[in-house]
Nanobody
């Protein structure tokens, strides 16, 4: 089992920045790919970003490409999501997810473990 705890959410004005963190505990953290997803009110959960176990491969949703950066520190068992140039449409609950496989994935069903989420609200 892997336990994931997100932090770093909050209220920010449009154009601002936030950095989300996801602390993992349990089985070996560094052996699997990680991802960030988000869910806005009344909408389905959607993919945001993913990173391979080595950190060498990343992939982003088109809506956040160039503004968000995913990274991981396998020593600290933590994955990050740096969010810059935030827009009101980025408002959502952001979830961290982990999968057993080392390769990246964008499908929700390919992730095995999920955090409880952290709220990000961007005001206009």
């Amino acid at each position: 089992q892997v336990q994931l705890v997100e932090s770093g959410g909050g209220l920010v004005q449009a154009g601002g920045s936030l950095r989300l963190s996801c602390a993992a505990s349990g089985r070996t953290f560094s052996s699997g790919a990680m991802g960030w997803f988000r869910q806005a009110p009344g909408k389905v959960r959607e993919f945001v970003a993913t990173i391979a176990w080595s950190g060498g491969t990343t992939y982003y949703a088109d809506s956040v490409k160039g503004r968000f950066t995913i990274s991981r520190d396998n020593v600290k068992n933590t994955v990050y999501l740096q969010m810059n140039s935030l827009k009101p449409e980025d408002t959502a609950v952001y979830y961290c997810a982990a999968r057993r496989q080392i390769t990246i994935a964008i499908d929700i069903v390919k992730y095995d473990y999920w955090g409880q989420g952290t709220q990000v609200t961007v005001s206009s």
